[in-house]
């Protein structure tokens, strides 16, 4: 991938308009999704990265093993019921969740409980956040068409990278 500097002006210029297009396309649709509610979007998606760090990873090749695992989450109440990922749910508590992305510890413990409400997130025998496989099925059409409207993206980027 280019650099800036090995970039025209009217490059950087129309990949930026694409990408705070693409930004706000999908803010909107988050705000949506959380009834106007982006801290609680941040809180749910800090959770659900922090508990599966482990077991998605951009470090982390995908096995048949843990293929087959993810497939058994789709209907698992909970992640610690599936034997090859139970074990690498790492939990997280309210105050790692507020220092993760600014939010005060107060507001993340008030979108903890709308997100427990929801069945989303639970609190494991120690109090600790874990986040339920429900949110991947609540959002699966909707990750869909994220992943739909990125690679567009990406074809529009290279399409002006192309174009020198």
């Known amino acids: 991938m280019p650099t800036n500097h090995q970039m025209s002006p009217e ?3 129309q990949l930026n308009y694409l990408l705070n297009e693409f930004i706000l396309w999908h803010l ?7 009834d106007g509610d982006l801290d609680c979007a ?3 998606g800090e959770i659900a990265h922090y508990n599966l760090q482990k077991i998605i990873s951009r470090h982390r090749a995908p096995d048949a093993t843990m293929n087959q ?3 058994q989450s789709q209907t698992a109440q909970r992640y610690s019921e599936i034997q090859d990922i139970g074990e690498l749910i ?14 005060p510890r107060e507001t993340v413990r008030r979108k903890i409980q709308w ?6 997130i639970e609190k494991d025998g120690k109090g600790l956040l874990v986040v339920t496989p429900l949110p991947a099925e609540a959002f699966k059409e909707f990750n869909q068409e994220t992943l739909t409207e990125f690679f ?11 174009h020198e």
């Open 28 to 34: 909107s649709r988050v705000r949506l999704r959380f």
């Open 11 to 13: 490059q950087v210029c």
């Open 152 to 162: 567009i993206l990406n074809q529009r980027i290279h399409s002006v990278l192309q």
């Open 69 to 71: 695992a993810l497939q």
């Open 115 to 120: 997100l427990r409400d929801r069945g989303w």
């Open 42 to 44: 941040l809180v749910l």
């Open 90 to 103: 790492k939990p997280c508590n309210a105050l790692s969740i507020s220092a993760s992305n600014g939010i």
